[in-house]
């Protein structure tokens, strides 16, 4: 089991990266909350990552913080919701949103999620309350501890940012049409991709 991984980013193309630790790389993907609190290229981070294995693939999640990793092992144990889709919840809204549309039965919000029925929904919201209860409580601090906080420095503008937006729209979930359209209604001049992907996150909830 790999439970932590500490190297040099080489690769960000969300929501995967290539992290090379001691010059062995590993792909992980990662969601939205996490890609944003990541460092520029080159330089050391350290992820807390979840091991998948599947009859047609081995599959390596990374997070920044112990409290979203326990959130995303707990949406997996849902019914219904495999990693994949659970990735795309913690990348559609915070922890802390995710918390909130549990604790006020928010299935308009959720439903709004790519992948994300009525139907499971309703069971996110039945089935995680109990369940984030305990770890809202184990997590206990000022700030609930789920919310990432916004230390994140902007990178340089880039080129095709809307290209690179839409294509990790496209890898969450989204359909061609959706990503296209939040992307183009999202966008501003001067935004890099990361600041596109957000703002492009943020415009369909």
Same mark, same amino acid.
């Given at each position: 089991?790999?439970?932590?991984?500490?190297?040099?980013?080489? =690769?960000?193309?969300?929501? #995967?990266?290539? !992290?090379?630790?001691?010059?062995?790389?590993?792909?992980?993907?990662?969601?939205?909350?996490?890609?944003?609190? /990541?460092?520029?290229?080159?330089?050391? &981070?350290? /992820?807390?990552?979840?091991?998948?294995?599947? #009859?047609?693939?081995? /599959?390596?999640?990374?997070?920044?913080? *112990?409290?979203?990793?326990?959130?995303?092992? !707990?949406?997996?144990?849902?019914?219904?919701?495999?990693? *994949?889709?659970?990735?795309?919840?913690?990348?559609?809204?915070?922890?802390?949103?995710?918390?909130?549309?549990?604790?006020? @039965?928010?299935?308009? &919000?959720?439903?709004?999620?790519?992948?994300?029925?009525? *139907?499971?929904? #309703?069971?996110?919201?039945?089935?995680?309350? @109990? *369940?984030?209860?305990?770890?809202?409580?184990?997590?206990?601090?000022?700030?609930?501890?789920?919310?990432?906080?916004?230390?994140?420095?902007?990178?340089?503008?880039?080129?095709?940012? =809307?290209?690179?937006?839409?294509?990790? /729209?496209?890898?969450?979930?989204?359909?061609?049409?959706?990503?296209?359209?939040?992307?183009?209604?999202?966008?501003? =001049?001067?935004?890099?991709?990361?600041?596109?992907?957000?703002?492009?996150?943020?415009?369909?909830?």
């Amino acid at each position: 089991m790999i439970g932590r991984l500490t190297g040099v980013l080489v =690769e960000k193309q969300a929501p #995967e990266i290539v !992290l090379d630790v001691n010059g062995v790389g590993y792909e992980l993907q990662v969601p939205m909350t996490s890609f944003y609190e /990541l460092p520029e290229l080159e330089q050391t &981070t350290t /992820l807390y990552t979840h091991f998948v294995v599947r #009859e047609d693939a081995q /599959l390596l999640y990374g997070f920044k913080s *112990k409290q979203e990793r326990a959130l995303f092992r !707990l949406l997996i144990k849902t019914n219904g919701v495999g990693p *994949k889709l659970a990735l795309t919840i913690l990348s559609g809204m915070t922890a802390n949103e995710f918390v909130n549309c549990v604790e006020r @039965d928010d299935i308009a &919000t959720l439903v709004k999620l790519p992948g994300v029925g009525k *139907k499971t929904a #309703e069971r996110l919201v039945v089935e995680m309350r @109990d *369940k984030l209860k305990t770890l809202l409580e184990a997590s206990a601090g000022s700030e609930r501890e789920f919310v990432l906080q916004s230390n994140y420095t902007p990178a340089p503008v880039e080129d095709n940012v =809307e290209e690179d937006a839409i294509a990790a /729209l496209l890898a969450l979930g989204y359909k061609p049409t959706q990503a296209s359209k939040a992307v183009a209604s999202a966008y501003s =001049e001067g935004m890099n991709s990361e600041q596109l992907i957000k703002a492009s996150l943020k415009s369909m909830l």
